[in-house]
């Protein structure tokens, strides 16, 4: 005779376990088609148009599939994103290459990818500093995004190439005062006096004579002004080693990205002043970012020789301790 209570347990049972094991295999679906994460960063600045022009055009998305979630991290400044970049806050992005080689010759695991601008930095004075002509620096004051950022080794080069030991930073014997500061802050601190002289990206740059400030060094005569990839694309090692597939088509998405800046010069200047207001609340006249626009050279190629040059410059200015290796920091073009 059948035991009705036994077969309703076993049933029972039998459902509770049937059940489980679906959970399980839909579990193991879902984290097989969990998306990755991908974070990349970069700067409200002209230079790092590529990376703007690749979000608002998709080619992130496009080349990097369905199974990536992307996000994104804007930095003022090149140590904030180094630091970012080594403890795996984000993957990659875009950079100057003054923090980049200042982290890589202390053990930073980051790889350069590829360039992606060159050129567009210039040393600006404010109506107020009296400033007219080089001569004119000693016993100014100085403002760079950061302290051995691409723009102050600029700098700090051009000013040591002239040979006048007054004309330098104070940090190395000089009477130069440095100061730091995000760029989008220039204009009120020329007007407030606080500052007398700029290292400056575009399109600030071009914002602060705008305002009346004047071009002492152009982009043409600083060191390194149209030789030097004055921003990189860079990842850490993570991604590099670990996802070179990844890395390969972040690549293609940059250089896609390059590419249509210098076919599309107009949509790329309005996707630049749409990022920027978004990323600031500075609305940047069109004549103003077309003449920015127009300072910089936008390719991938990066001569890893000027970069080498570059970072020996680093060491002289002794923003780096000992002398340099960068073997292997850029990556072989496949």
Known sequence: MLDL????????????????????????????????????????????????????????????????????????????????????????????PGPVLNNFSNGAEV????????????????????????????????????????????????LQQLGNDELASSRIGGSLNHVTGNPASYQAMFESGKVDLAAVPEPWASILVENGAKVIISTEDIAYGESLPNTVLVANNKLTEEKPELAAKLLEAHNESVAFINDNPEKAQQIAIDSIKDLTNQEMDAKIVEQAMSRVTYTTEVNEAVLKEFGNSSYELEFLKEAPEFDGLVADKE
């Open 5 to 96: 209570k036994k077969w309703w347990l076993g049933a029972l049972m039998l459902g509770i376990i049937t059940l489980l094991a679906a959970c399980g295999g839909d579990s193991d679906n879902a984290g097989g088609g969990d998306k990755e994460k991908m974070v990349i960063g970069y700067f409200p600045n002209i230079d790092h148009a590529p990376a703007m022009v690749a979000r608002e055009n998709g080619y992130y998305e496009e080349k990097l599939g369905d199974t990536v979630e992307l996000e994104y991290i804007t930095f003022p400044d090149g140590g904030t994103f180094m630091a970012a970049l080594k403890s795996g806050e984000i993957d990659a992005g875009l950079v100057g």
């Open 111 to 158: 790889k350069v990818l590829a360039g992606a601008s060159s050129g567009g930095t210039v040393v600006v004075a404010s109506e107020k500093s009296g400033i007219e002509s080089v001569e004119d620096m000693a016993g100014k004051t100085f403002i760079t995004p950061g302290i051995g950022c691409t723009h102050d080794v600029q700098f700090e080069t051009y």
